[in-house]
T-cell receptor, first 115, second 115 residues
Framework: DGGITQSPKYLFRKEGQNVTLSCEQN?????MYWYRQDPGQGLRLIYY???????QKGDIAEGYSVSREKKESFPLTVTSAQKNPTAFYLC??????????????FGPGTRLTVL | AQSVSQHNHHVILSEAASLELGCNYS??????LFWYVQYPGQHLQLLLK??????LVKGIKGFEAEFIKSKFSFNLRKPSVQWSDTAEYFC?????????????FGKGTKLSVIP
């Protein structure tokens, strides 16, 4: 089946620890994205990547880092510098047609709780 | 920077009632518009999208949306809701064209349909 997988579904960490969230897609999409969803806040863009070995900051990149070493994978690290890391994290991907990003499709999400 | 406003935080309807969810955006240029839905316990799914052409867009499960450029609006409608439509609905906007990766979301509207 084609799609976007995120693991784990639930993640618990102690305050001060870095944690890495996994996102894999087998849709052959060029672009990938990380969003954070908080109750009543909608989704906010953390980072996005147009192609392998390239990524740009979104609206709320502080305290987060990413890498894009493979087309299929776009892991997100939540560092200890992120002040409010407890949230629902969504990964998405999209094709690019003629350099223009198309519709974004989303994974099932990872709920991170920092204790 | 673009922004998206969804007017209703929580809408409660009885089955068979008609639905209209408001969405307004602030951006003067050409945009791509989306409605996504998040059913309880499920991942974010695309309901419908507008890129160009007929401003009345039909999506899945009987939903439709109308793009009114002069009002910067993209309201979602359904003539008769079902209990299974209970979900959270998100409007999103993206500048059209190459290099426009940022998808800006509204804060969401929770729809509760009473049997």
């Amino acid at each position: 089946d084609g799609g976007i997988t995120q693991s784990p579904k639930y993640l618990f960490r102690k305050e001060g620890q870095n944690v890495t969230l996994s996102c894999e897609q087998n849709l052959n999409h060029d672009a990938m994205y990380w969003y954070r969803q908080d109750p009543g806040q909608g989704l906010r863009l953390i980072y996005y990547s147009q192609i392998v070995n390239d990524f740009q900051k979104g609206d709320i990149a502080e305290g987060y880092s990413v890498s894009r070493e493979k087309k299929e994978s776009f892991p997100l690290t939540v560092t200890s510098a992120q002040k409010n890391p407890t949230a629902f994290y969504l990964c998405a991907s999209s094709v690019r047609t003629g350099g223009i990003p198309d519709t974004q499709y989303f994974g099932p999400g990872t709920r991170l709780t920092v204790l | 920077a673009q922004s998206v406003s969804q007017h209703n935080h929580h809408v409660i309807l009885s089955e068979a009632a008609s639905l209209e969810l408001g969405c307004n955006y602030s951006y003067g240029g050409t945009v791509n518009l989306f409605w996504y839905v998040q059913y309880p316990g499920q991942h974010l799914q695309l309901l419908l999208k507008y890129f160009s052409g007929d401003p009345l867009v039909k999506g899945i499960k009987g939903f439709e949306a109308e793009f009114i450029k002069s009002k910067f609006s993209f309201n979602l409608r359904k003539p008769s809701v079902q209990w299974s439509d209970t979900a959270e609905y998100f409007c999103a906007v993206k500048r059209s064209g190459a290099g426009s990766y940022q998808l800006t979301f509204g804060k969401g509207t929770k729809l509760s349909v009473i049997p």
